[in-house]
């Protein structure tokens, strides 16, 4: 049964950094990520080590400030965020895939397996 994992969302004040990581058992994938779900808010695409972590991506919100990366032997990808702020605050969600194509990133429905999700805040 494919699992992940995911662990070390917190509370941190403005400015603070967190890493998250999310280990993945039961399975390998080529690509893995992170999603986000702020309250009242849809989930939305946030990084990605694509293809074992051939290259990486993320969103404009993010860029600069957070890091993926992908530890192959460990099966796990790590979060690293810094220069946190309170709009960052919300459930992240580890998501992996191997259909994925680049065009289809972003979207939801591309990924096959996810986590249960960690809540990050941010207080303001």
């Known amino acids: 049964q494919v699992q992940l994992v995911e662990s070390g969302g917190g509370l941190v004040q403005v400015g603070g950094s967190l890493r998250l990581s999310c280990a993945a058992s039961?399975?390998?994938?080529?690509?893995m990520g992170w999603f986000r779900q702020a309250p009242g808010k849809e989930r939305e695409f946030v990084a990605i080590?694509?293809?074992?972590?051939?290259?990486?991506y993320y969103s404009d919100s993010v860029k600069g400030r957070f890091t993926i990366s992908r530890d192959n032997a460990r099966n796990t990808v790590h979060l690293d965020m810094d220069n946190l702020k309170p709009e960052d605050t919300a459930v992240y969600y580890c998501?992996?895939?191997?259909?994925?194509?680049?065009?289809?990133?972003?979207?939801?429905?591309?990924?096959?397996?996810w986590g249960q999700g960690t809540q990050v805040t941010v207080p303001s």
């Open positions: 998501a992996a895939g191997n259909r994925l194509i680049l065009s289809s990133i972003r979207q939801r429905d591309a990924y096959d397996s």
């Open positions: 039961g399975g390998t994938f080529l690509s």
């Open positions: 080590s694509w293809r074992r972590g051939s290259n990486t």
